[in-house]
Structure formats: structure tokens, C-alpha cells
């Protein structure tokens, strides 16, 4: 028990190091608020595309979605961040996060936001292009926000999903919190540091968990 | 612990339940409601949406557990802990609004489950008796179907057929055509008819008034959990003592 | 030399894949099998717990949902580390392989369970009533009546979740798991050439490209019959 306590809940290292796990949290919640609004944006593009029911066009980007569905997020992270040196392209860690993400990300909102906008029937275009509102209009007015009704159980899941990948960022030295949690486990050479990085993770994810769990089980109590 | 009891025309008493309480939370559904039913009797309940009958029914083979009262089936105590309420329940066929086939099985596959799991027949068996109930329903061409793709009332008949297969004592039917297209009703009251003339016990729970007048022994009418009036069809339809009778059957007759 | 020279010289470099081509197969065994038990143990053990939590035992469920609430909400890369490099300090000591199959298959099994008793509930409640009242225990019910229904309706959510946790093996490389990524890694150190990640990709795609497509497929059957 002592050491237990000894090695995962250290105060005397906890204190030592909070600043650095704050410093963490700080990059983590910036990724997240950048990554996934742009990763969404994306999406909404992706579902947008499909909409128009070009062949060309839906052919092209199911190769995109299942291409960048395909990549396990890590690999695709670790190639942009080693690749694109290569190419005469320096971008920061942070860049290549932003980057390899999107294109997971939007994939995954895309396919997702497609399969919301799918779930609306015919009657709504209809009735909305039949009093002269235009394609678009049409589509932002009145089929996303049901679309998004149907999915929002889906979407919230990626989100959360999303929000997990940032940890990914801490594998090419990007200061986030799993990867300031490890410096600070490398400097007091106790693993409270990981222990809290986890409780972190917890304490933020926790909340969205449930969130997720409630609207599950009310879209499935709706669906009988 | 049999208890015999005998009713005054010497027939056995098939299910008896007395003084039937349930409650759900503040709801009162049943508010101390007997009901005896006789070897080879069929009785008729009705009342309107909401006074308890589908409770009653649930009551008495424990899908709802009374909050008061007692269940005998056979002279079973069928409400007491120790029992094996599944052993009891295979002697108890019920009969749903809403078929509750199995969707994932033929209806050979609906019927012949229970024979192979609670009567641990072997599947040559089950089929064969699972085949008898079909033909008793008249719908052997129709084993290897699907639910899905049956009509409502070939449905509800695979659904009768599931439950007598087993041989049960007594059936309980609960608005067993109300989900039914009107042209589709026919088909299943002719085989309720035909238990009836073989002398299947039988509560029945229903609208179809026409089919209570000419087969039911018995007529209850129900209103907030307790039972309003009972008597012979005759007696109900044709001279209820009470006004709520009076109210429900002018609605139901007007529609 | 030209951009496209390179690109090709540090992406496609033949005598990089020539000389690294068997560890990086070496790696995709490592990753297969590496998937294959988590998919196995994550599937089996996730429809145990919701046929444990159908029980409806109030402390056993709190548990259940407890634990599955956080391997759902930690990222996977988080617990992998914490069990590699905190555990050994209270002396419980597991090899980056054992670490990368017991994380994920916790996290699958988790999210399996979520999607399993998702299923349960939606099964109709006359089904339950319907095989009770022929006399069915609780027990043949759930595996006759229920599961095979509930079973049916969670394959598409199943086989999308399945293939997000089967990639996260990649994962497997920060604990030293001689994974396709980790030996991709290595030659890339050794060559100092991008060329081994770049078989590291196409062998991910090779494995992931013909799942991702079959869920297409899967999604699009279940949802018409819906
Ligand atoms: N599972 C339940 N939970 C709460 N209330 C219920 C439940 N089942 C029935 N009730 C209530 O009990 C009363 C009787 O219902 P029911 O027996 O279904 O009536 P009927 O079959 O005559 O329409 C109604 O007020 C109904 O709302
Ligand atoms: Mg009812």
C-alpha cells in the first residue's frame, strides 16, 4: 500500500511537477480546439460532396475517406512528421499534427455527416426547394440540423475519439500532456507523473463518456 | 399441495386468482380483482384502454409479479418462490397484441424452441409436433417462413401455434386480432373457435364482440382495476346492470 | 536533383525496400498476431460483460459500467504507457506485447460490452415476454431469443469499432513492440531514408484498405434493411 501510494499518488512530485503537467493540458486543449472544428469543417465539405451525387466525385472521395480510414492515425502522424522534411517541407510538430489529424478526422466526419444527411428523407428537400430556397440554403437551414439530430450520437463518439488522438502528438516531441507527463516522470524517476496525466485524461473524458452513454440510450428508446 | 377445487357444475377449477392487487409505483392497475376459470370455460374480458386487463392476464402467469393476492393454476401456488415458474409457464400459453414472433426464426423455428429447450425434446420430435401445431393452424405451407415475411393474421396464428405446442392447461389471449388489418381478423378467430369446440380453457381478452356474444361462457367487464360486472354474454350485452357497461358498449358498438 | 528525383529517392528508394522488406514483414506478423488476440479476447470478453450487466445486479453493473467508462475514455496510448512504464513500480512487470494486447483488448472489450447491451436493450420488450411465457429461463432467452437479434444489429457499429482498435496496434511501437511501425521506425534510423515508412503505410493499407471497404459494404446492408 505504502508503496503504491509511494509511486502513483506522490504529493511531494506531484507538487514538483504540476507546472509542467498544467503546461500539458494548456497544448492538449489548444490542439483540441483547433483540431477539431477544422477536422468537422472537413467533414461537412466531404458530406457536402456527397450530396451532389456526382459520380466522379463520390467516387473520388470514398478513395479519400478509406484512404485516410485505413491509416491508423499514428503512422499517418509519424510519416507526415518524418515525410515531409524530406520533400523540402519544415513543418513544426504542431503543423504536422494539425495535418495528418485533419485528414483522419474529416474522414471520419465526412462518412459520419453523410450517413446523417442520407437518413433525411426526400419530402425535405422538397418541401424546401418548393418554396424557392436555394441548394445550399436548403442544405444548412434544413437538412443538417436534422441530420445532425440523427448522427449526434456518432459524432459525439468521434469527438471523443479525436480528443484521445491528440495524445497521439506526444510521439514527435510535441509538449502536450501525456508527453510532459513522461518528461516529468524522466526527471523525478516516479511514475506519479503518468498516474496524474491519466486522471487528467479522466477527469476531461469522463463527463463526455456519459454524455455519450445518455444519448445513445435515448436514441435508442426513440427508435422503437 | 393440491388444493381441489370444485365449482358448483363439478368442474375443475383451471386458474384461479384471488384478490389480484398491482400497483406501479402511484398507478393502481388492479385493485383486488378475482377471477376463477373452469375446465374447458372461455371467458370473455373486456373494458376500456387503461382499466387493467392486459395486467390481469400478466398476472397470471407472472410476467408481472402481483403486488397482493394469490395465483393457483392446476392447484399450484404458481405465486410461491419455491416453484419453477418456468415449468408452470409452459403449462400457461399466452397469446400477445403484438405476436412477438421471433424474428430471426421460421415459424417451425418459433414453435419448436421452447419444445426443444423446455421440453428438451430432440429437434426430430419438436419438428414433428412443431409441424402438428402449424397443421392445427393451418399453416404447415408456411414452416420454413420467415415473420417477416408472413401476413399479420398467418403471424398471430404461428404465435397461438408456438404456445400450443406445449399443451398448455389454460390459454390467455391478449387482443389477439387489435393488431390485425379487418380482412385478416377472420382467420384468426377461426381458430380460436376451433380450441374452443376442442375444449381449450381460454381467457380472452378482446373487442371483437360479435365473437364474444356467440363463443364465450362468461363476459367481465373491467373499469380501473376492478371487475364492474360479470355474467353470461347475454346478460352483458343485451341488460349490463351498470352504467359504465352501458357507456363502454355504446362507445365499442357505435364504431 | 529534381523534386520528383526526391521524392523518389526518400519515399521510394529500391534498395531500401530491398534491404528492410523482411523485418518490415517480420513486423506485419507481429501485427497480425498482435490484432488477432485482441480482436479474439476484446470481442469474447466485451459480449461477456454485457451478458454479466443483462443480470441487472446492481453492484456488479456499477462495476461494469465503471471500468468500461474509463478505457473508453482514455486514449489508448495513455494506458499503454501507463502499464509499461508505471506498473513495474508496484512490481507488476509485463512485456510490451502483453501491455499492447491487455490495453486494447480492455478497450475493445469495453466498447464491445457498450455496443452488445446497446443491443440487448433495443430488442423489443415482447420478445423477452413472449419466450418467457412458453417457459424459457432468463438464460435461454438471452442467448436464443435475444442475443441472436441483438447480435445482428450491432455488426455495423461492431466492425467499424473493431478496425479503429486494430489499428491503434500501431500504438504497440511506443512500448517497444516489434510492430510493422517500430521496425519501420528502426530503418528509418538505420537508412536514414523515409523509405520504410513508406512500406510501413502501404502494408497498413494492405491490411486496413479491404476492412474498411467490407464495413462500407456491412453499414450499407444493415442500414437498408433497417
Ligand atoms: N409496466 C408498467 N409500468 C407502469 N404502469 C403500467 C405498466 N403496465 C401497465 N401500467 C398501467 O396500469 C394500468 C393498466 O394497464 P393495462 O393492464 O395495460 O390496461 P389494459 O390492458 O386494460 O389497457 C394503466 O394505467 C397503465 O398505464
Ligand atoms: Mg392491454
Redesign the pocket.
Known amino acids: 500500500m505504502e508503496q503504491l501510494v509511494q509511486n502513483f499518488f506522490n504529493i511531494e512530485v506531484l507538487i514538483k511537477v504540476y507546472p509542467m503537467l498544467l503546461k500539458g493540458v494548456w497544448m492538449t486543449l489548444q490542439l483540441c480546439v483547433v483540431v477539431v472544428p477544422i477536422g468537422f469543417l472537413g467533414g461537412l465539405l466531404v458530406a457536402i460532396g456527397y450530396s451532389f451525387h456526382n459520380r466522379w466525385l463520390n467516387a473520388l472521395l470514398i478513395v479519400y475517406v478509406d484512404f485516410f480510414r485505413a491509416f491508423p492515425p499514428l503512422v499517418l502522424l509519424i510519416f507526415v512528421f518524418y515525410g515531409t522534411p524530406y520533400v523540402g517541407l519544415e513543418v513544426p510538430a504542431f503543423v504536422a499534427v494539425l495535418i495528418a489529424f485533419f485528414l483522419n478526422t474529416s474522414s471520419y466526419y465526412g462518412e459520419i455527416l453523410r450517413a446523417g444527411i442520407e437518413s433525411i428523407g426526400r419530402g425535405q428537400w422538397e418541401a424546401a426547394r418548393s418554396t424557392g430556397i436555394g441548394r445550399l440554403q436548403t442544405m444548412f437551414y434544413v437538412i443538417l440540423p436534422q441530420a445532425m439530430r440523427n448522427v449526434a450520437p456518432d459524432l459525439t463518439s468521434n469527438t471523443l475519439e479525436v480528443i484521445k488522438f491528440t495524445a497521439l502528438a506526444s510521439v514527435v516531441a510535441l509538449p502536450e500532456l501525456l508527453r510532459m507527463g513522461r518528461i516529468a516522470q524522466g526527471i523525478t524517476y516516479n511514475p506519479t507523473p503518468l498516474i496524474a496525466v491519466a486522471l487528467i485524461y479522466l477527469a476531461m473524458l469522463w463527463p463526455l463518456v456519459r454524455f455519450l452513454s445518455r444519448l445513445e440510450r435515448r436514441m435508442l428508446v426513440k427508435q422503437r | 399441495m393440491l388444493i381441489s377445487i370444485v365449482n358448483p357444475n363439478d368442474r375443475p377449477v383451471v386458474l384461479d386468482a384471488k384478490g389480484i392487487v398491482k400497483t406501479?409505483?402511484q398507478?393502481k392497475?388492479l385493485n383486488g380483482v378475482d377471477l376463477a376459470v373452469t375446465r374447458q370455460e372461455l371467458v370473455f374480458v373486456i373494458?376500456p384502454?387503461?382499466?387493467?386487463?392486459?395486467?390481469?392476464l400478466r398476472c397470471c402467469n407472472r410476467l408481472e409479479e402481483p403486488t397482493a393476492g394469490a395465483v393457483y393454476v392446476d392447484g399450484i401456488d404458481i405465486l410461491n418462490r419455491g416453484i419453477n415458474i418456468n415449468a408452470v409457464r409452459r403449462h400457461i400459453g399466452m397469446v400477445f397484441q403484438s405476436f412477438n414472433l421471433y424474428p430471426h426464426m421460421t415459424a417451425l423455428g418459433n414453435v419448436t424452441l421452447a419444445l426443444r429447450r423446455v421440453l428438451k425434446l430432440s429437434t426430430r420430435d419438436a419438428n414433428s409436433r412443431g409441424m402438428e401445431a402449424l397443421d392445427g393452424v393451418g399453416l404447415t405451407d408456411k414452416a420454413g417462413a420467415y415473420p417477416g415475411e408472413l401476413s399479420g393474421g398467418q403471424q398471430q396464428r404461428v404465435a397461438i401455434a408456438r404456445a400450443l405446442s406445449l399443451e398448455p392447461k389454460i390459454m390467455l389471449f391478449d387482443e389477439p386480432t387489435s393488431a390485425l388489418d379487418p380482412e385478416l381478423v377472420g382467420s384468426v378467430l377461426e381458430v380460436m373457435r376451433r380450441m374452443r369446440n376442442t375444449g381449450m380453457t381460454m381467457v380472452v381478452?378482446s373487442h371483437e364482440m360479435r365473437f364474444a356474444r356467440e363463443a364465450a361462457d362468461r363476459v367481465i367487464f373491467m373499469d380501473e382495476g376492478h371487475i364492474v360486472e360479470e355474467g353470461t354474454p347475454s346478460d352483458i350485452f343485451e341488460a349490463p346492470q351498470h352504467q359504465r357497461t352501458r357507456t363502454f358498449l355504446s362507445a365499442v358498438t357505435q364504431k | 536533383m529534381s523534386a520528383l528525383e526526391r521524392i523518389k529517392h526518400n519515399f521510394f528508394d529500391l534498395e531500401v525496400i530491398e534491404k528492410y522488406a523482411p523485418s518490415i514483414i517480420d513486423g506485419l506478423w507481429v501485427t497480425l498476431h498482435l490484432a488477432l488476440f485482441i480482436i479474439v479476447c476484446g470481442l469474447v470478453l466485451g459480449l461477456l460483460l454485457a451478458v454479466v450487466r443483462s443480470f441487472q445486479l446492481r453492484f456488479i453493473n456499477w462495476l461494469i459500467i465503471f471500468v468500461v467508462d474509463i478505457f473508453r475514455a482514455l486514449p489508448p496510448i495513455v494506458i499503454m504507457i501507463v502499464f509499461y512504464f508505471a506498473l513495474p513500480f508496484v512490481g507488476i512487470q509485463m512485456s510490451g506485447f502483453v501491455v499492447a494486447w491487455l490495453s486494447l483488448t480492455l478497450v475493445l472489450a469495453s466498447f464491445v460490452e457498450e455496443i452488445f447491451w446497446a443491443g440487448i436493450l433495443s430488442v423489443d420488450k415482447g420478445q423477452w415476454e413472449a419466450a418467457r411465457s412458453t417457459g424459457l429461463s432468463f438464460f435461454q432467452t438471452l442467448c436464443n431469443v435475444v442475443l441472436p437479434q441483438a447480435i445482428r444489429m450491432t455488426i455495423p457499429p461492431l466492425t467499424n469499432r473493431t478496425i479503429v482498435i486494430t489499428k491503434s496496434t500501431a500504438i504497440a511501437s511506443v512500448v517497444a513492440v516489434p510492430e510493422i511501425l517500430s521496425q519501420a521506425g528502426a530503418a528509418q534510423g538505420f537508412s536514414a531514408n523515409t523509405t520504410p515508412l513508406t512500406m510501413a503505410a502501404i502494408a497498413y493499407l494492405l491490411i486496413f484498405i479491404p476492412l474498411v471497404a467490407m464495413s462500407r459494404v456491412i453499414e450499407s446492408k444493415f442500414a437498408w434493411k433497417r
Do not use: C, I, M, P
Not at chain 2, 384502454?49 to 390481469?56: C, I
Open positions: 406501479f409505483g398507478v392497475a373494458g384502454s387503461g382499466s387493467g386487463k392486459s395486467t390481469l381478452v
